[in-house]
């Protein structure tokens, strides 16, 4: 088939022997790639119930059949295991530079399997796999690690893959980082790479996929870019990123703050798009074959942090120091990313569990000492956490274990056990659905929910036919993942240019039903995986918190009983077994 190699790679990190695999071009056709396949490889090869950081879990990175040709959004590569912090399923998907070479080394997917026996890196130069000491990284943060090994490779133009202190220490939401600040940040893949004892992957490459139609694909690559430029949201993520998104939500009493007791802040001014682009010095940058750019390389001005050059922060990130913190300074926030960043740990997850600490000691469950706005203070348990030090170690852990541990399971907001980002289901309905069924815990990513709502497409108090067009979201986006393609592209990229890049790339055919055939299969088949490990039909479900605590001035929770049947609905509509209710 077209598009693809054909085939993948398995590695066997404790001896270092591979083995080359070659996948029928039946399941490409049933699941394209990217997600998809990393969803079939895991349920496959996966030991059933195991152990996230024992060395049978798998590790795949791969690209999707998009990835490698000139693709506008075509810029990502993902990584499927089971997640140490949900122990479920875990996807993960980073943009920048570094998804080329990893599209090129000629393997569609590559599978590490085992433990090396001392700390090493490895390096993937097409076909061949080299295990080096890295006795010498360990310790050294993200970005040290990152720029050690872009110097030692620099001639090769080589993807670096780092985990930081937090990887090492196996803090259960520690991320990959690349190309500084660019991250697989969620679900703590990063702790699944530090459990093999691997500090960095490295990967050069140059060998091409073929393309089923050429012509095809250049043409779609010029009609995209003309509607794409004209299109008003590239402006707006041009301008301001995803900051501007803190005005949107801090309007309608849906940015978190306060630990999730508030939908808003006072300070929302000092911390959103325009202070951010004042108080920094911002340069829009774009990842490759991208031209939206919405990234944000950011230097702060002055004060105590002045010099401190970063990638960010980003809306999730602004939200859980600035809203679920109460931090009121964006030069601040700032701060506290670079320090998660450097760690090599997932700021949502991370400032959800300072914010989950404050209110531990306030109701002396902890005698460490912290409090909303505390900057230096949760600097100081950040720095705990990645070290995994005093009671940095339980809250290494994530908010749901921390919170089993404390007693505190009646203020922990987590699905699945993983913690929600930055947009409130009490006024913003649809989002706590996706947050509900998410096949890897709470998550705004899987169908961007948050999209239609704000902009006032669909009603974001009700259910009427909520879930249905959450369907449509969630379909469409699956491809996306399958291709693999990125979010921001999603109000120019629909089933017909969806089309022309299969058509173009694979050479197959397919509409509308047939795509959204596919995301089924892959949801089906996901489903099964999270099944087997565990889950059941009640992990699909918010915090109580979410229909007894009302937020905003007009006090809006979720209705219990409305909110099952939305649940309901989209079983049915998705094909999932209705349980029995009590």
Request: with cysteine; aromatic share 10%; charged share 30%.
């Amino acid at each position: 088939m077209k598009g693809v190699f054909g085939k993948i790679l398995n590695v066997n990190v404790k001896d270092g022997s591979t083995l080359e695999e070659k996948i029928p071009d039946d399941v490409y056709r049933d699941f394209l790639g990217g997600k998809g396949l990393g969803a079939y490889l895991l349920l496959k090869k996966n030991p059933a119930n195991v152990d996230p950081l024992a060395p049978e879990n798998k590790f795949i990175i791969d690209t999707g059949p998009a990835c490698g040709f000139t693709i506008w959004g075509a810029n990502r590569y993902g990584v499927f295991t089971k997640s140490p912090l949900t122990r479920i399923f875990s996807e993960s998907y980073s943009g920048g530079k570094a998804f080329l070479p990893i599209s090129r080394i000629g393997y569609d997917a590559i599978i590490l399997d085992g433990a090396c026996d001392t700390w090493s890196y490895l390096e993937f130069r097409n076909g061949t796999v080299t295990a080096h000491d890295a006795s010498f990284l360990l310790g050294k943060d993200s970005f040290e690690t990152e720029d050690i090994l872009e110097e030692k490779y620099k001639e090769e133009k080589a993807a670096v893959l780092t985990i930081g202190p937090a990887g090492e220490n196996l803090v259960k939401y520690a991320y990959v980082n690349n190309d500084h600040g660019r991250s697989l940040g969620r679900t703590g893949v990063g702790a699944v790479l530090g459990s093999k004892k691997i500090k960095a992957l490295v990967f050069i490459g140059t060998r091409q996929k073929e393309a089923a139609d050429d012509d095809l694909l250049t043409a779609y690559r010029r009609e995209l870019l003309k509607v794409g430029k004209e299109h008003p949201g590239t402006e707006k993520y041009h301008t301001l990123g995803t900051s501007q998104v803190v005005d949107f939500t801090t309007k309608i009493d849906a940015f978190p703050a306060r630990y999730w007791q508030d939908g808003t802040v006072s300070h929302k001014d000092k911390i959103n798009g325009p202070a951010m682009h004042e108080e920094l010095e911002v340069k829009p940058v774009s990842c490759f074959f991208c031209f939206i750019a919405c990234g944000r390389e950011s230097t702060v001005k002055d004060g105590r942090h002045k010099g401190l050059h970063m990638d960010g922060p980003e809306y999730e990130t602004i939200d859980v120091f600035g809203g679920l913190n109460m931090i009121d300074d964006i030069k601040e926030i700032a701060y506290l990313n670079d320090i998660c960043d450097r760690l090599g740990f997932d700021t949502v997850t991370a400032g959800n569990t300072t914010a989950f600490a404050i209110e531990a000691y306030k109701r002396r469950k902890i005698d460490f000492e912290i409090d909303y706005g505390d900057v230096d203070r949760i600097a100081e348990l950040l720095q705990l956490i990645g070290r995994r030090e005093g009671v940095g170690d339980l809250f290494a852990e994530g908010v749901r274990t921390a919170s089993e541990v404390l007693g505190l399971e009646d203020i922990a907001v987590h699905v699945k056990g993983l913690e929600p980002p930055g947009y409130d289901p009490r006024n913003l309905q649809g989002m706590g659905l996706g947050y509900a069924v998410s096949d890897r815990g709470a998550c705004h990513l899987r169908a961007t929910f948050y999209k239609p709502e704000l902009a006032g497409l669909i009603d974001r108090l009700k259910s009427d036919g909520k879930a249905e067009m959450f369907l449509e979201y969630e379909d469409r986006l699956t491809i996306y993942d399958t291709l693999i393609l990125c979010r921001f592209f999603r109000d120019i990229i629909y089933y017909d240019e969806l089309h022309k890049i299969v058509k173009g790339t694979m050479g197959l055919d397919l509409d509308e039903k047939a795509f959204r055939a596919i995301s089924r299969r892959i949801a089906l088949t996901i489903r099964e995986f999270n099944l087997r490990e565990g889950m059941t039909p009640d992990d699909d479900w918010l915090p109580e918190r979410f229909f007894t605590e009302p937020i905003g001035a007009e006090g809006h929770v979720l209705d219990r009983d409305e909110f099952r049947e939305l649940v309901d609905e989209y079983y049915r509509l998705r094909g999932y077994e209705l349980p029995e209710r009590v």
